[in-house]
């Protein structure tokens, strides 16, 4: 549109040269071009969408993360709540998936970070062992070598929760929000029909020392968040406030900001575009891009096919090209400029036999060239 306006503009200047008309009249159609050659926007990376190579076991509530130059995609939640423990790897150079060693325990909604090459899987929910179906949180802490496709134990979270966020500052892992039950609480598990609560919890592991500290609680108690790290700073972005489930929950579009060095909580930054939960995320360049994600209203069970980009700089949003299929409990990381979007579920969360929709599509969006 601007574009458009320029050039009618410019052909307006040049119409008045020609015609010699007086030039107050020049000077307001010049003033004119100049403010809107500033007001106009810079252009827009390049970015768009292609296909690769659909993951071989399309799930629902599976979590992704690049390592080496590879994406590492944890989990999977069957029909009656039961983790399914997937691990695989995918290897962008030969378009190929490789299964490898399942999780040491089976989990959902668990948390994943990156510290000089293993990754690491905090927390989480799992099915209890007996009486009706549940998540049950636990605490443990699993580090996970890609290249020697092996586990090891390690010291375990003050708090036990489940979908919440872990982002790495100088090589130590922030662990924040999630769901959990409350202090004091005789249950064992989080149910929708039964009282649990979002946290604002905050805790911080150095893989270094194998320790674990406390950090300021985030304002904004949540579960089902997106979490990155620019310049330094941790943006909280989105999720599901109150229960940890859609049904029983209400999302959210707040945005807030943590400064590690002064360990403190900032001012609100601009809210999402759309309020939602459930989604994947990945950092480049400088923003955070948010896709998909679910919302659940009295009259529709919807996801999302939206991709939105976080701009710390300008506390601004950015709209991207929609994924070509909406999709919530999905997995997505950046290698290099290619944001990997995997798998998922394509309607509002529903864990019923008969009624789950999951994909293997694995989509990727380039920002930039090539």
Same mark, same amino acid.
């Given at each position: 549109m601007h574009a458009i306006i320029a050039r009618s503009t410019m052909a307006a200047i040049a119409r008045l040269s020609r015609s010699a008309v007086n030039s107050a009249a020049c000077a307001s159609v010049l003033a004119l071009?100049?403010?809107?050659? *500033?007001?106009?926007?810079?252009?827009? @990376? &390049? @970015?768009?969408?292609?296909?690769?190579?659909?993951?071989?076991?399309?799930?629902? $509530?599976?979590?992704?993360?690049?390592?080496?130059?590879?994406?590492?995609? /944890?989990?999977?939640?069957?029909?009656?709540?039961?983790? +399914?423990?997937?691990?695989?790897?995918?290897d962008p150079a030969a378009d190929r998936w490789t299964r490898k060693r399942d999780?040491?325990?089976?989990?959902?909604?668990?948390?994943?970070?990156?510290?000089?090459?293993?990754?690491?899987?905090?927390?989480?929910?799992?099915?209890?062992?007996?009486?009706?179906?549940?998540?049950?949180?636990?605490?443990?802490?699993? $580090?996970?070598?890609?290249?020697?496709?092996?586990?090891r134990p390690m010291a375990p979270a003050p708090v036990a929760r489940g979908a919440h966020n872990a982002v790495v500052v100088d090589n130590r892992i922030h662990l924040i929000g999630g769901a959990g039950l409350h202090a004091g609480s005789k249950e064992t598990a989080l149910h929708p029909a039964r009282p649990h609560r979002a946290l604002g919890t905050h805790e911080v592991f150095d893989p270094a020392t194998n320790a674990w500290s406390t950090r300021a609680e985030m304002p904004t108690a949540r579960n089902h968040a997106a979490a990155g790290v620019v310049d330094?700073?941790?943006?909280?972005?989105?999720?599901?406030?109150?229960?940890?489930?859609?049904? #029983?929950?209400?999302? #959210?579009?707040?945005? $807030?900001?943590?400064? !590690?060095?002064?360990?403190?909580?900032?001012?609100?930054?601009?809210? +999402?575009?759309?309020?939602?939960?459930?989604?994947?995320?990945?950092?480049?360049?400088?923003? *955070?891009?948010?896709?998909?994600?679910?919302?659940?209203?009295?009259?529709?069970?919807? #996801? /999302? &096919?939206?991709?939105?980009?976080?701009?710390?700089?300008?506390?601004?949003? *950015?709209?991207? !090209?929609p994924m070509p299929m909406p999709r919530h409990g999905l997995a997505a990381d950046f290698i290099g400029n290619r944001l990997h979007v995997v798998s998922g579920q394509v309607q509002s969360g529903t864990n019923t036999p008969g009624l789950v929709a999951s994909t293997d599509r694995h989509d990727v969006l380039t920002i930039g060239g090539n």
């Open positions: 071009a100049l403010l809107l050659s *500033i007001a106009a926007p810079a252009p827009a @990376q &390049a @970015q768009k969408w292609s296909s690769a190579a659909p993951i071989p076991v399309g799930a629902e $509530e599976v979590y992704g993360i690049a390592a080496g130059g590879k994406l590492y995609v /944890f989990g999977g939640l069957a029909p009656g709540w039961k983790p +399914m423990g997937m691990v695989f790897e995918y999780m040491p325990s089976f989990l959902h909604h668990v948390a994943l970070a990156t510290v000089n090459g293993r990754i690491y899987l905090f927390g989480g929910f799992e099915l209890p062992a007996k009486g009706a179906a549940a998540w049950a949180p636990v605490n443990n802490t699993w $580090e996970y070598d890609p290249v020697a496709d092996t586990w330094g700073r941790i943006f909280v972005i989105g999720g599901r406030i109150g229960s940890v489930f859609i049904t #029983t929950a209400s999302n #959210t579009d707040i945005v $807030e900001e943590y400064d !590690p060095a002064t360990d403190s909580w900032g001012r609100l930054r601009a809210p +999402m575009p759309n309020p939602r939960s459930a989604v994947a995320w990945g950092v480049h360049g400088g923003r *955070i891009y948010v896709v998909g994600g679910e919302v659940r209203h009295s009259d529709y069970w919807a #996801t /999302f &096919a939206a991709v939105d980009a976080f701009d710390p700089k300008s506390n601004s949003w *950015i709209r991207m !090209p």
